[in-house]
């Protein structure tokens, strides 16, 4: 079946870096524009970063802008975050998403930037 699967995330103080990872199956990934949105605690999930099936587009939120990087490998049906310059305000379990006929989402990873 159709699933993502995320990791990466974890703690990390202000101005450090993570790189997310987001594993796809059950589907011909390099045929898929992907996605990544946040969610913080009491608010509502966010778009944060889209690429497109080639990789040849994508597009950010202003808030990650110049500090995000999303890329893929469809070699290994993997889509990646890599995040820079953490701020506090980067809280937020990270969800990639696709469509597929309809929303496709995984479970989360958290990412706490903290001192």
């Known amino acids: 079946q159709v699933q993502l699967v995320e990791s990466g995330g974890g703690l990390v103080q202000p101005g450090g870096s993570l790189r997310l990872s987001c594993v796809a199956s059950g589907f011909t990934f390099s045929n898929y524009f992907m996605r990544w949105y946040r969610q913080a605690p009491g608010k509502e999930r966010g778009f944060v970063a889209f690429i497109s099936d080639t990789g040849g587009a994508t597009n950010y939120a202003d808030s990650v802008k110049g500090r995000f990087t999303i890329s893929r490998d469809s070699a290994k049906n993997t889509v990646y975050l890599q995040m820079s310059s953490l701020k506090p305000e980067d809280t937020a379990v990270y969800y990639c998403?696709?469509?597929?006929?309809?929303?496709?989402w995984g479970q989360g990873t958290q990412v706490t930037v903290s001192s």
């Open positions: 998403n696709t469509n597929i006929g309809g929303q496709v």
